[in-house]
């Protein structure tokens, strides 16, 4: 987990940070600058993939496929003796 630390001091360490930054430019200037200790880098680093290299998906919309599987089940309901 990173440490809590103070917005202020670790912006005024970081040169490509401007404020206001968001939460993602400050990671970044943290996991780039090489002063910082490597393992707060590495968590860094971990915390900003999710948002730099999204993971792909595939969506299908099936129009009216619920519909049918529903009427057909409820036929088949019906028909039972």
């Known amino acids: 987990m990173i440490s ?3 917005t202020d001091e670790v912006a005024s360490n970081f ?3 401007t404020k206001p930054a968001t939460p993602l430019d400050l990671l970044k200037a943290v996991y780039r600058n090489p002063n ?3 393992q707060r880098r590495i968590q860094a680093a ?3 993939l999710p948002f730099e290299h999204p993971r792909l998906s595939i969506n ?3 129009a009216g496929l ?3 599987i529903d009427n ?3 036929e088949r309901l019906e ?3």
């Open 4 to 6: 809590a630390v103070d």
């Open 46 to 48: 971990i915390a900003c």
């Open 72 to 74: 057909e089940l409820l």
């Open 66 to 68: 619920g519909d049918r």
């Open 15 to 17: 040169n490509n940070v």
């Open 79 to 81: 028909r039972k003796p």
């Open 36 to 38: 910082q200790p490597i």
């Open 60 to 62: 299908a919309n099936v």
